[in-house]
């Protein structure tokens, strides 16, 4: 299958469980579906959903630590400022595939500034490829999120939205149980592979 | 549609809510129904209600009826709540906007005083565009009330939260066992309790008794584990996370069939800090203090020098123990572990049959990769003097597998094949006596290494 292979680059970046609101904000150690959709929207300027398109995508990092934040406490109209501890991840790094030639033009001129995690965490394109991926079995998989319930998969279980919807308040869409995996394993079942990656690439369709 | 209420979420507040439901009703999770939900709510709340439980409580869901002091009649009240999310549950659908399950709608959103480290109604920036609180269902809300029958008191409270249905099982079966103890005994001490303050001493504490009171193929299983250690106080809410991945579970399923499992006992133990052991009495005066092994299994650190007792000169746990931690833990690739294990052996070989035990404190005390490759090419020339048959390593044993990734990787084989000699050669070191110049220069390098 012909796809499109985006590699994006950052300084920092934060997913945030959607759980845990108040106190310490832990980082997930791959981003959510909706970040990713979230980042493609935000090429395009429109609402992209998984209707639209499917991705796949492989993250990485190099390392994790904790920093201080400010925020603000909204009480109404009054506000009064407070510090939490915000983890996050350093360096980050997605592979992202997209199986819609067309949207090269979306990240070669994006619409809004294109960010990862928190609003303050810009990232860049750094490469922009059309590839081809074969369906290959007994390939390496992971640093990517995975349908709850895949063969071998193992990591941190949460439930996450694939989506939101643009309306205000925006609602999540989608949710359901994923597997976080932040480390490659084997995966011996068939998956689409890029071979200049070496590694296998999972579809959300 | 379905007439199911609950499957698993990922959701660890939810899902631990419930498998405790589920446990005190005695069905499957997908097997409830708003029958079991109105049988357990009376028992529950009376529970709450108990002076020690009601103080667990209130690090879970402060301002709730239960703990807010300025509620006077709080079974009434907390039981309102609760009839009142009954009557909203409906069966899982399709889709909806709980950030749960989704497959059911929001109906009224919550704040921390239901679901915890979910902010308060009134800070409204929490919340995505201001609103007043987080999109939980009724059904989800409801299962978070009973959460706090499977937590564990270590300081904090400790949530388990597993993708293994077997897991969330068996320790929802001991939590609800413990809570009937105190039913029983009309004694009430709160979440279940085991006196342990360290939450990764109690969490590995946890899975060693899992794993040796339920006999369960785990390597079928694939079990993790993520573990939160978290108080809702309005005041400085906390959150720690443990994760524990399928390998490092395999390998302590593993260890208990394993005929070294002494071994593996005596290597935890070396992990405790700050403890004098031979002042120790009972478990109780070590086990909260902080353990390096446990830590070091949690940060994806390596433990084999714990396997190494240098000061002894002793390879605790022997080769075959030693090679599954690094095959299934450390993801060492087999023809690495081979070949360290052969270059050891020969290593050994060559220092007893030379009677070289100097080449030996060498071997322990080179401080860098240059001057371990050095000592190796010295003995590679010594052991040709000696007429040796085979060579130490091949070039492709020392490109790809000795030294893979050259500087990175020298202590982790270097501590390997000392591991190796070590067992090979332990009785032979003794006969010749262990001098007190190499114990010092010993303590020195692992100083270094820490």
């Known amino acids: 299958m012909k796809a499109l292979r985006i590699l994006i680059e950052g300084w920092v970046t934060s997913f945030r469980y959607p759980a845990f609101i108040s106190g310490f904000q832990p980082t997930l150690p791959v981003p959510p579906l909706s970040t990713i959709y979230g980042i493609i929207s935000a090429a395009k300027g429109d609402l992209v959903t998984p209707k639209d398109l499917s991705v796949g995508y492989v993250f990485s990092h190099q390392g994790k630590a904790v920093d201080l934040e400010t925020i603000y406490e909204l009480s109404g109209l009054q506000g009064k400022s407070n510090v939490i501890k915000r983890e996050f991840l350093v360096n980050p790094e997605i592979y992202l595939y997209l199986d819609d030639l067309d949207y090269q033009e979306y990240f070669k001129r994006p619409y809004y500034p294109l960010l990862l995690g928190r609003s303050t965490d810009l990232v860049s394109i750094s490469e922009i490829k059309e590839i081809e991926l074969e369906k290959q079995k007994n390939v390496k998989l992971g640093k990517t999120i995975l349908p709850f319930g895949l063969s071998g998969a193992f990591g941190t279980i949460q439930a996450l939205p694939t989506h939101f919807t643009n309306t205000i308040p925006r609602k999540a869409v989608g949710t359901k149980p994923f597997i976080l995996m932040n480390q490659f394993f084997d995966y011996s079942d068939e998956c689409y592979y890029d071979a200049e990656k070496d590694w296998g690439v999972w579809f959300h369709k | ?450």
């Not at chain 2, 480290?117 to 059904?139: E, H, M, Q, R, W």
């Open chain 2, 1 to 450: 549609m379905s007439e199911i209420i609950y499957d698993f979420t990922g959701n660890p507040f939810v899902d631990a809510g419930i498998w405790a439901i589920s446990e005190w009703s005695n069905k499957k999770p997908n097997e409830l129904n708003k029958k079991d939900f109105k049988g357990i709510i009376d028992d529950v709340v009376k529970l709450y209600l108990s002076k020690k439980w009601s103080k667990n409580i209130y690090s879970i869901f402060p301002n709730n009826p239960i703990t807010n002091p300025s509620v006077k009649n709080k079974e009434e009240r907390y039981l309102g709540i609760l009839n009142e999310l009954i009557e909203e549950i409906v069966p899982l659908g399709k889709s909806g906007d709980c950030i749960s399950c989704g497959r059911r709608d929001v109906t009224h959103r919550s704040g921390k005083d239901k679901i915890p480290l979910t902010g308060s109604g009134k800070l409204i920036n929490y919340f995505s565009y201001g609103v007043d609180g987080a999109d939980y269902c009724p059904a989800c809300a409801f299962a978070v009330q009973f959460s706090p029958l499977t937590m564990y008191a270590c300081g904090k409270l400790l949530l388990i939260h597993s993708n293994s249905e077997k897991i969330m099982k068996i320790w929802s079966r001991k939590a609800i066992k413990n809570i009937n103890k105190q039913l029983a005994s009309g004694e009430f001490t709160g979440c279940f309790n085991e006196e342990y303050t360290n939450p990764k001493n109690a969490l590995f504490h946890i899975i060693q008794d899992m794993v040796l009171e339920y006999d369960v193929r785990w390597i079928n299983e694939a079990p993790s584990i993520n573990c939160y250690h978290f108080t809702n106080y309005n005041q400085g809410p906390d959150l720690d996370i443990y994760h524990v991945p399928t390998p490092i579970f395999k390998f302590l399923a593993y260890v208990p069939q394993h005929e070294k499992f002494e071994d593996w006992l005596k290597i935890v133990r070396r992990g405790y800090r700050f403890v004098n052991w031979e002042k120790i009495k009972n478990e109780k005066e070590y086990k909260n203090n902080p353990n390096t092994v446990y830590d070091n299994l949690l940060k994806g650190k390596s433990i084999i020098k714990y396997f190494i007792d240098r000061k002894n000169k002793e390879a605790i746990g022997g080769w075959d123990l030693l090679s599954h931690y690094l095959e299934e833990v450390r993801n060492m690739d087999e023809k690495r572990i081979d070949v360290i294990k052969k270059v050891g052996d020969e290593l050994a070989d060559y220092i007893k049959t030379a009677d070289d035990i100097k080449t030996l404190k060498k071997l322990e005390t080179a401080n860098n990769y240059r001057n371990y490759r050095n000592l190796l090419r010295i003995i590679i020339k010594k052991r040709i003097e000696n007429k040796a048959e085979n060579p130490l390593f091949s070039f492709d044993d020392y490109v790809n597998h000795l030294f893979p990734e050259g500087n990175l990787t020298w202590r982790e084989t270097q501590d390997l094949i000392l591991f190796r000699i070590y067992e090979v050669l332990h009785d032979w070191i003794i006969q010749q006596g262990i001098s007190e110049e190499l114990i010092v220069e010993e303590d020195e390098m692992e100083a270094e290494n820490v």
